[in-house]
């Protein structure tokens, strides 16, 4: 099984790097101590991959990013946002079952 390619987002490289991504981006806004994070982490993975290069996996960890989560609104973690064409196009807020991300992730790709 390959390894999804997971970009790390911060303040300085966030707009740019999306800018230079193709198809769907999910942006998951996370942190180090956050269980739920760390739950969903490995869903999110599994859906980049099986996505085969048509979704990114990128990611924002909130404390070393605060700016990013106050500018996108993000309250609570992990908030995952669909990002296409450079916009926001959807997100989801907490450590929903796999099957509701894939269906947005379908919507979107």
């Known amino acids: 099984m390959a ?4 970009v790390h987002l911060t303040e300085q490289n966030f707009d740019e790097t999306l800018a230079r991504q193709p198809g769907v981006v999910m942006v998951d806004f996370w942190a180090e101590w956050c ?7 490995p869903v999110l993975e599994d ?3 099986d996505a085969a290069g ?12 605060p700016g990013l989560a106050a500018r ?4 609570s ?8 064409q450079g916009k926001v196009a959807g997100q989801v807020i907490g450590a929903v079952p796999k099957a509701k991300i894939k269906e947005k992730l379908d919507a979107l790709a």
Do not use: M, S
């Open 54 to 65: 048509r979704v990114t996996l990128a990611k924002v960890n909130v404390d070393d990013n």
């Open 3 to 6: 390894d999804v390619a997971t």
């Open 72 to 75: 996108y609104g993000i309250r």
């Open 35 to 41: 269980q739920p994070c760390r739950a969903i982490a």
């Open 77 to 84: 973690i992990p908030t995952i946002l669909f990002v296409k």
């Open 47 to 49: 859906l980049a991959r």
